[in-house]
């Protein structure tokens, strides 16, 4: 019974044997998927198409974008089958600082690309051409290109597309870059339809080590998140209180800093300290007293306009043809303005420094900062105040930290939502209306 036994657990352990060597040795490679073929790059995205075009819908219909029947989840969804897109899945991005990008996405049907192709050469020149065996189609003057394989499409634009190339045709089953699979198992934005990662090798100066940026949208624009995380930790935080100035129609540029910084004035060593201070070194300002005399809370504003009286010295001649300087008065309109900073026992240094560099001119008991408009000056408890209204502009109380800034006449907002001990989140909101109207496509 003994033998009977051990005779079938050797018979069963050779068929065991016999059938893993020939696995191992027979075994067809694995192909390489999407992500093993993805290059690295100064910024990684992906991008789910039919999701995103879900999510604009409201957008694109509220401002009735002539072309928004062709950005509707339905005919996306038709197109993608009709060409052998698999627009169900992400579609990755990369793009580097220097202006080339691409873009990696997955087939359904590598056979029905063809015609899109076929159907893409009757409204442009496109060409053909093979590397190494491998056939991609380009239109030279936009230095743009087209390649396919299997179950996936390359599509690429800039200067450096055959080693792109190369890289995706000679991809291998495991290879994905670290880089992407830091950008992948990041759990920030994780069901978002559109996110951007930055692989960007300046944000290391600043020791950042995860800048990541996601898309929403509503009727009337949309809004790009942000989320910054530090390898070391952030020296300043949210103040709870501090004044500012009213976001009127008319206003133009708004910055409205509140920021506690005293821990931050400590860490002279830290990263966000160092490269600060060289920026400023750049053009001149003394970073290192304004660090000292400011106490967090700055405000710049401008928008409309005001009009001054300016009193100047005119020579004329008089009827024996002397020279005789004469007192004159006009009226000059110039832009709204207005600086308001919270500053402590150290300001008339930070001052003295700023007339000093040329940054700051008293002219009789008023002043201009650079190229600005004649200012008044007014000092109340800790705050310092530039204006030019003949009236201090009114304050208000306020612990926003944000930013409005017009452009082409479209206003743009960013605001930090919030501060952690190593994390930044923020939002840039963009309106769409008066871009849209820019461009003609309303």
């Known amino acids: 019974m003994y033998r009977k036994f051990l005779t079938l657990v050797l018979i069963a352990g050779s068929l065991g044997l016999v059938l893993f060597v020939k696995s191992f040795l027979f075994e067809q490679p694995k192909s390489p998927n999407i992500l093993d073929r993805l290059p690295a790059a100064d910024f990684l995205g992906k991008v789910n198409?039919?999701?995103?075009?879900?999510?604009?819908?409201?957008?694109?219909?509220?401002?009735?974008l002539s072309m928004r029947d062709f950005t509707t989840y339905e005919f996306l969804l038709g197109q993608g089958k009709q060409y052998g897109l698999d627009l169900e899945s992400n579609l990755?991005?990369?793009?580097?600082?220097?202006?080339?990008?691409?873009a990696l996405i997955r087939l359904t049907d590598s056979s029905k690309i063809q015609l899109g192709i076929e159907r893409l050469s009757k409204y442009t020149d496109l060409q053909d051409s093979t590397v190494g065996g491998n056939q991609f189609y380009f239109i030279k003057k936009e230095q743009s290109y087209l390649h396919y394989g299997k179950d996936y499409a390359l599509i690429y634009q800039g200067t450096d597309f055959i080693t792109t190339l190369n890289h995706v045709v000679s991809a291998h089953y495991g290879a994905q870059k670290k880089v992407w699979k830091q950008f992948l198992r990041q759990?920030?934005?994780?069901?978002?339809?559109?996110?951007?990662?930055?692989?960007?090798?300046?944000?290391?100066?600043?020791?950042i080590q995860t800048a990541m940026f996601a898309h929403d949208s509503d009727s009337l624009g949309f809004k790009l998140k942000s989320y910054i995380k530090k390898r070391s930790p952030l020296y300043f935080s949210l103040k709870k209180t501090g004044l500012s100035y009213r976001n009127y129609p008319q206003t133009d540029h708004l910055i409205d800093v509140h920021l506690d910084l005293a821990e931050f004035k400590r860490q002279k060593q830290d990263s966000v300290?160092?490269?600060?201070?060289?920026?400023?070194?750049?053009?001149?300002?003394?970073?290192?007293?304004?660090?000292?005399?400011?106490?967090?809370?700055?405000?710049?504003?401008?928008?409309?306009?005001?009009?001054?009286?300016?009193?100047?010295?005119?020579?004329?001649?008089?009827?024996?043809?002397?020279?005789?300087?004469?007192?004159?008065?006009?009226?000059?309109?110039?832009?709204?303005f207005s600086v308001l900073a919270s500053m402590n026992k150290a300001a008339p240094l930070f001052i003295g420094k700023l007339m000093q560099k040329g940054l700051l001119r008293k002219e009789d008991n008023d002043y201009r900062f650079l190229f600005s408009p004649l200012l008044h000056f007014q000092k109340s408890g800790p705050y310092y105040q530039y204006y030019s209204t003949s009236a201090n502009p009114p304050l208000i109380g306020s612990n926003q930290n944000q930013v409005i800034w017009?452009?082409?006449?479209?206003?743009?907002?960013?605001?930090?939502?919030?501060?952690?001990?190593?994390e930044i989140l923020g939002s840039l909101q963009i309106p769409v209306k008066s871009i849209l109207r820019r461009n003609q496509l309303l």
């Open 49 to 64: 198409i039919l999701e995103l075009a879900k999510e604009s819908s409201s957008l694109l219909q509220y401002n009735k």
């Open 92 to 102: 990755y991005l990369f793009a580097n600082e220097n202006g080339n990008w691409g």
């Open 187 to 207: 759990k920030q934005f994780k069901n978002e339809h559109l996110v951007i990662y930055a692989n960007w090798p300046k944000l290391k100066s600043y020791d």
């Open 273 to 336: 300290y160092v490269r600060l201070a060289q920026l400023s070194k750049k053009i001149g300002f003394p970073f290192v007293q304004f660090l000292s005399a400011w106490d967090g809370d700055l405000v710049y504003q401008e928008g409309g306009s005001q009009v001054q009286e300016v009193r100047y010295i005119e020579t004329i001649l008089d009827d024996d043809f002397n020279e005789t300087e004469v007192e004159r008065l006009r009226y000059d309109t110039v832009p709204g």
């Open 406 to 422: 017009k452009y082409k006449g479209t206003k743009y907002y960013f605001k930090i939502d919030k501060i952690t001990r190593y």
